[in-house]
């Protein structure tokens, strides 16, 4: 069980995070003073409200959802497959990636806590094919889970994540030589042309009582074809607009829309901003993650995309709501657009 936590990082990991320009004070920092909780909230506020959360933060019944045939996907197909909450699988010039894998059923360290929606645990890491990459944001549990990682270990080519997050990885088991960590503005090189660069989001990390020891990134992904901006988790700031002016304009923006709350609003979007941040980022298609699969918030399960949908109306920016398990084919005239959670 204590496995599950991780471990924070230690000896040159250790020393690499202390130069970090975003570790001060013992921890690492967000761009824009960032409080745990907005101003007018209290913990007694949040824990009082998790208490009498209303029945609509679960579907009333089985979500519908497409089991996936990765294997026949073509080779040189550029696809994304929504797995649920934050986790998709990305193939992409030859490569194959899996982000933010979250299979094991739950996003808690507890069993039977944050369980799944019924429906959605339509493919397991036993499933999957062998792939070329991983890429974890962050190392929140619905984001790192230690289940996944395991039986991912042996079919996974090269792990990618924020500096500090691979103590959790190589404690796990995968060699530190498999492990590239990034800070902020950080790039690195990936095979047949493509790069990863690591950019600043506005959020925190933690696995036990000791916050923001490992660093929370999104992710911009160039290949010889498009351009990707895979946002992991965060609150409204400046930082689109500037990753919109580096690396802009973005063939497709993955961002996270759900587990908000006015009471923690600095490190989760409303849908209105989620809309507001693809249009700093010069994104051209929007597809939204972090909703679907858990309820981690109050709100009613399906009123991130119903929200988001109508701030989105009349924008130059395109939807995509594919169902889990479906196969998005970029480039496809294909809509995407099936309100398939209106049941």
Same mark, same amino acid.
């Given at each position: ?21 975003? #570790? ?121 889970? #230690? ?23 190589? #404690? ?172």
């Amino acid at each position: 069980m204590s496995r599950i936590f991780g471990k924070l990082p230690s000896g040159d990991r250790l020393t690499r995070v202390k130069a970090s320009p975003q #570790y001060r004070k013992g921890k690492f920092a967000n761009q824009s003073l960032t409080p745990d909780l907005s101003e007018d909230a209290t913990m007694w506020k949040v824990l009082k409200a998790f208490r009498n959360k209303p029945a609509t933060v679960k579907p009333s019944d089985i979500l519908p959802v497409i089991q996936p045939d990765i294997s026949a996907l073509p080779e040189d197909e550029t696809a994304i497959i929504w797995l649920g909450h934050s986790s998709y699988y990305m193939q992409f010039a030859g490569l194959k990636m899996l982000v933010d894998p979250v299979l094991s059923g739950r996003a808690s360290p507890i069993p039977g806590m944050i369980k799944a929606f019924a429906g959605t645990e339509l493919i397991r890491a036993t499933d999957l094919p062998k792939l070329d990459y991983v890429l974890i944001t962050h190392d929140h549990y619905d984001h790192l889970d #230690y289940q996944t990682i395991r039986q991912l270990k042996s079919k996974t080519g090269h792990w990618l994540t924020s500096l500090g997050v691979g103590e959790h990885l190589e #404690y796990w088991g995968i060699p530190a030589d498999k492990i590239t960590e990034l800070d902020w503005w950080e790039q690195t090189s990936l095979r047949h042309g493509c790069s990863l660069t690591a950019t600043p989001s506005r959020h925190f990390s933690g696995r036990g009582l000791k916050r923001a020891q490992s660093l929370w990134s999104s992710f911009v992904l160039q290949t010889p074809q498009h351009k990707f901006y895979l946002g992991g988790d965060s609150g409204w700031d400046t930082h689109f607009a500037e990753i919109g002016k580096r690396f802009g304009p973005f063939d497709l923006a993955i961002l996270e829309c759900g587990q908000y709350h006015p009471y923690w609003k600095h490190i989760h979007m409303m849908p209105e901003e989620v809309v507001a941040a693809a249009e700093q980022l010069g994104a051209r298609c929007l597809l939204p993650v972090h909703w679907g699969k858990f309820a981690l918030a109050l709100h009613p399960w399906k009123e991130p995309i119903t929200r988001l949908l109508s701030a989105a109306s009349g924008k130059q920016i395109r939807v995509l709501t594919p169902m889990i398990g479906q196969t998005l084919v970029l480039g496809s005239d294909e809509g995407y657009d099936q309100a398939w959670w209106d049941f």
